[in-house]
């Protein structure tokens, strides 16, 4: 005789289902809450990544502020559970300083940094204080006179890009400062383009025909050799060991050093104290 089940009473492998069941479904809601979660948090990362770099752009054609600090914008939220956010221009040095700089912070409502940049404005060796250059253009035996004088660290230790090389001078820099100490000549049919500041830590050698087209600033810790068939049309030329303008070479800008400056005869070199103008590049971020 079969024995009668009671009602309601569940056999144990129906319980064991049931809770294998439960565990899924909170694992799969666990998991879908996570990945929407994730979906929030890469749309926030996007939009104060967008307001940031829009805000770059903005700043990137306007003047710096005369007046250290840092100036707090007002807050921002993008929706009604997202955290807000605010962004923070800050400006480092004094007018008269060679390099200052302009850094933006996102930061959360907290306090903590979100992302940063930065960008720079650099002006000339030899018109700290408001000197005034020579109508020449030329201006050489900074060291005798206890001028023109730049502590190359003032350009090694901040964020930059890295100099030149043949390859990436196929594309037209775009207000960049570069920094280097590698072994560098630059020559052949290379054309530069656009507009940059080339800080170089050791001599350099322009071999014809290269040539610079742009609004370009190269300072050398070293010598800087412009040789036979190069073209600069717009350029600050500063060295502190000694600049050379050989036979067939021809330069329109400004020559600054710190040692002798020597320009053959058969050289061409035409003033214009346009580059004496400070110049601020991009952003870094």
Not at 2 to 27: C, E, H, I, N
């Amino acid at each position: 005789m079969d024995r009668k089940r009671s009602p309601g009473m569940l056999t144990p492998l129906l319980l064991a289902g049931l809770v294998l069941l439960g565990s899924f479904s909170w694992a799969f809601l666990r998991t879908a809450a996570q990945s929407l979660k994730t979906q929030q948090l890469q749309q926030e990362a996007r939009q104060w990544a967008i307001l940031g770099k829009s805000l770059a752009r903005i700043r990137e054609g306007e003047p710096f502020f005369t007046v250290s600090g840092e100036r707090k914008l007002p807050g921002i939220s993008f929706g009604p559970q997202s955290p807000e956010v605010f962004l923070t221009l800050e400006t480092k040095g004094k007018e008269k300083d060679l390099l200052r700089q302009e850094r933006l912070q996102l930061r959360h409502a907290s306090g903590e940094p979100l992302m940063q940049g930065s960008r720079y404005e650099i002006s000339m060796p030899g018109t700290e204080e408001g000197r005034s250059f020579p109508e020449t253009g030329i201006w050489s035996n900074g060291w005798a006179d206890h001028v023109l004088y730049v502590k190359e660290t003032v350009f090694s230790r901040v964020r930059s890009w890295p100099l030149p090389d043949a390859r990436r001078m196929e594309m037209p820099l775009t207000g960049q400062l570069c920094y280097g100490k590698e072994r560098l000549r630059w020559g052949g049919k290379s054309i530069l383009r656009g507009r940059a500041v080339l800080v170089h830590g050791r001599d350099l050698d322009l071999e014809g025909p290269f040539a610079a087209e742009g609004d370009f600033r190269i300072l050398v810790f070293g010598k800087l050799r412009v040789g036979s068939g190069v073209r600069l049309d717009k350029a600050y030329l500063y060295a502190t060991g000694g600049i050379t303008l050989e036979e067939g070479a021809a330069v329109q800008g400004i020559l600054a050093c710190r040692r002798d400056i020597q320009i053959h005869e058969k050289a061409l070199f035409q003033p214009d104290p346009s580059v004496l103008e400070p110049f601020c590049t991009r952003y870094v971020f």
